[in-house]
DNA sequence: AAAAAAG
């Protein structure tokens, strides 16, 4: 079968498929007539009333600032060694920067125009951190400045640095200031944090945990973690030591509240990581339980941040609930870090997806870099799914090693820590790795599925090209994916990459059969809601509904080039990849970018040297072996 | 029809 026959035989089936079954979005107030099928009290317009000071002002502020601004050359801070803390600034050269809302404080340039603790500043010296990242030099002064904050930016650029710095800086103010202390004495096994941070994956906690006390480290600001899956006992041990900074997981949090061995009544900073994703469906009840529903004091009397490098407008307005008089920023909204990515997008069908793994793995092994395995990040979309990938692909000589949220804790950080090790060099993972996990020298992400919301494509490539350093990402493409063809194009556009024309093709025939926000209109970072007029502003609790009229100057900000130059081609295929090989990239398929299109292509001459074991899951019997 | 997060 020829190319276009595919194409078109794809196309057509495509007017077959139904159309988007996630949920539309619902309004929060229409929300208890169960459209998500979540029942029960959750209805925020039930929550009493916070009484913060600047509660019922928040959408009434003053006319926004709009701060817009591109970055000046920065030094390059690599001094040579390869330590992963080193962030290569030159890579965020001219990335914008947009900040909305009123008073905003200005930006600074360097750590030394922050008051900080001077056991602080070692601590950043120690982490060879010599100037702020964009995304830093930005949310620091914010936060310092006691505002609220609403942060994008972009994957790998240093989100958590920028709130535990001023975290814990301000912690440390406050204790000169008032002397006061929420810190538990011997008398109370209560624990009374005044920092919480909640991210949606135990890994990503215990990372943030680990950097927090680092970054502490002779502070005497204590950070202490819980999740679930680990013994309670040792959590609940390090907390009755005494905590300022909690890290946790949702569903640990509240058994430890519900056991009163937590209380977040002295809270002063609440941070939420990959804050989209905690307030999605399945997060937001419990997100809204712990802010609202148990003692946390309320928005303006508390200082609350969210950091994702995503942020819808749905999500935007459930957040808005949590926030006071809060600052949007945007720090690399359109050429944004992942230009350091390299994306190639390939036409694959699922019946395929294997051996067309196997053989891009081979590939690259066959060009190992330095005597290292390369990283491979490798996701899927379901748990069964990656078990059975890891089994096929180490039955074939590869090692691979899977992490879901079905095995027990202690198996998923055995299996990621033999992946960071490079001793099991690819990473078979569903979306619990997705997001934030910061796993350095990661050369490849493979999307295996393509996801099924395109904001979890930006966090899954944004798992390589961290901290500076390029990376690259595939994505298999097939035609049950085609409703993301047209979110694919206008994201790859924006990030300046090459779009392979059937793929236009594809988002093109698409047109106007999916409306949903999340399937159309996405993008890297994101913008202020409040700044969308034709958008009706949901006001919380008993604000009147006069919304529209809440934010009258905006400016679209950017636009136009000038951004940090993108990868060409003959870089995306680097490490080795043109060698003996060559043809993979290159002869094989003439375009820049290389297609299985016919099953002519495949399969691949040396298929026998990863499916002559003839076991059950080698090539050939691919479909019998889990993939229904 | 999926992943994650409590046990």
């Known amino acids: 079968m020829a190319w276009a026959d595919v194409l078109s035989e794809s196309t057509q089936n495509l007017t077959h498929q139904t159309r988007s079954t996630r949920p539309t979005y619902l309004p929060p107030h229409l929300r208890q007539l169960g459209g998500r099928g979540r029942g029960g009290r959750s209805n925020r317009n039930s929550f009493p009333p916070p009484d913060g000071p600047n509660f019922n002002q928040r959408q009434r502020a003053t006319p926004y600032d709009i701060i817009t601004e591109k970055l000046e050359q920065v030094e390059m801070t690599d001094d040579g060694n390869n330590n992963s803390a080193v962030i290569n600034l030159d890579a965020y050269e001219d990335v914008p920067v947009e900040a909305t809302g009123s008073d905003i404080p200005p930006a600074v340039k360097s750590f030394g125009e922050i008051e900080m603790c001077e056991a602080l500043n070692e ?24 505002r609220d904050l609403m942060a994008c930016a972009q994957t790998g650029s240093g989100k958590t640095a920028a709130f535990c710095f001023p975290i814990i800086s301000r912690i440390l103010r406050d204790r000169f200031e008032q002397v006061v202390s929420g810190r538990n004495g011997a008398r109370t096994r209560i624990a009374y944090p005044t920092a919480l941070i909640l991210s949606p994956t135990r890994e990503l906690s215990c990372q943030i945990h680990d950097e927090a006390k680092k970054f502490a480290y002779q502070t005497g600001v204590k950070a202490v973690v819980a999740y ?37 009544k002295m809270i002063k900073y609440l941070a939420l990581d990959e804050a989209d994703r905690m307030l999605d469906m399945g997060f937001e009840h419990q997100i809204r339980k712990i802010v609202q529903q148990m003692d946390m004091p309320p928005p303006g009397t508390r200082q609350t941040m969210l950091f994702s490098a995503t942020f819808p407008d749905d999500i935007q307005r459930l957040a808005s609930d949590f926030l006071s008089n809060y600052i949007f920023l945007t720090v690399g909204k359109v050429g944004s870090s992942t230009d350091l990515i390299a994306q190639r997008v390939e036409l694959v069908q699922d019946m395929e997806k294997r051996s067309h793994l196997m053989k891009l793995l081979s590939t690259q092994k066959a060009n190992g870099t330095r005597g290292k395995p390369a990283l491979t990040l490798v996701f899927v979309e379901t748990k069964r799914g990656a078990d059975a990938l890891e089994h096929s692909l180490s039955m074939n000589g590869f090692p691979a090693i899977a992490i879901h949220g079905d095995k027990v804790q202690r198996e998923r950080e055995r299996a990621l820590r033999s992946f960071k090790s490079g001793a099991t060099p690819i990473l078979v993972a569903t979306d619990v790795a997705s997001r934030g996990l910061d796993i350095p020298h990661v050369a490849h992400v493979i999307n295996f599925d393509f996801p099924k919301d395109i904001d979890d494509y930006v966090h899954r490539i944004g798992r390589t090209g961290r901290a500076g350093n390029s990376g690259m990402a595939t994505a298999f493409f097939s035609d049950k994916n085609m409703p993301l063809a047209k979110a694919l194009v206008e994201l790859m556009q924006e990030a300046k990459q090459e779009v392979p024309s059937w793929l236009s093709q594809c988002a093109q025939n698409f047109v106007g059969s999916v409306r949903s926000t ?9 913008s202020d809601f409040r700044s969308s007029q034709n958008d009706y502003y949901y006001p919380s609790t008993n604000n009147n509904s006069d919304a529209n009229s809440f934010m009258d100057t905006y400016t679209d900000g950017y636009n136009t080039g000038g951004y940090a130059a993108h990868m060409s081609f003959d870089n995306y295929a680097s490490a080795g990849a043109r060698s003996s090989n060559a043809d993979y990239y290159g002869a094989h398929n003439p375009g820049p970018y290389a297609h299985y299109s016919t099953a002519d292509d495949y399969p691949p001459n040396n298929i026998d040297a990863f499916a002559a074991n003839g076991n059950e899951y080698g090539y050939g019997s691919i479909v019998a072996s889990g993939w229904d």
């Open 123 to 146: 601590n950043i010296k120690r982490r060879k951190y010599v100037k702020p990242t964009p995304i830093q030099r930005h949310a620091i002064p914010i936060v310092m400045a006691g």
């Open 228 to 264: 679930g899956g680990a013994p309670i006992a040792q959590q609940l041990y390090n907390l009755e030591k005494g905590v300022d900074i909690l890290v946790a997981t949702p569903g640990r949090l509240v058994d430890m509240i519900e056991r009163e061995r937590v209380s977040l």
């Open 518 to 526: 999340r399937y159309g209109r996405s993008k890297f970072g994101g």
